[in-house]
Nanobody, 122 residues
Framework: QVQLVESGGGLVQAGGSLRLSCAVS????????VGWFRQAPGKEREFVAS????????YYGDSVKGRFTISRDNAKNTVFLQMNNLKPEDTAVYYC???????????????WGQGTQVTVSA
């Protein structure tokens, strides 16, 4: 059974940084990707970033390019999202998810974590 558990959310002032973690279990072989999505109140879920587990290729949503960095620790089966220069519009629940291949499309991710709240104050 595949499980993803996010951690690291919290409250931060604009311009600050946070690092989210996503611990993945049950899916440690083969070529798959882990992605981060976010959903703000009243808005649709938005692609943030993804990374392929085997090759390490990373992709970013336009709104976070240059500020967020996704990375992985193969030994710990954990994916990280380093978020710098945070803005109030980054406030959302952040979810990590797993897909069988690189994708920015929500419907292609078949396993999801429970989400972690990130709040950025002005």
């Amino acid at each position: 059974q595949v499980q993803l558990v996010e951690s690291g959310g919290g409250l931060v002032q604009a311009g600050g940084s946070l690092r989210l973690s996503c611990a993945v279990s049950g899916r440690t072989f083969g070529s798959y990707a882990v992605g981060w999505f976010r959903q703000a109140p009243g808005k649709e879920r938005e692609f943030v970033a993804s990374i392929s587990w085997s090759r390490g290729n990373s992709y970013y949503g336009d709104s976070v390019k240059g500020r967020f960095t996704i990375s992985r620790d193969n030994a710990k089966n954990t994916v990280f999202l380093q978020m710098n220069n945070l803005k109030p519009e980054d406030t959302a629940v952040y979810y990590c998810a797993s897909a069988s291949g690189d994708s920015r499309w929500e419907h292609e991710y078949d396993y999801w974590g429970q989400g972690t709240q990130v709040t950025v104050s002005a």
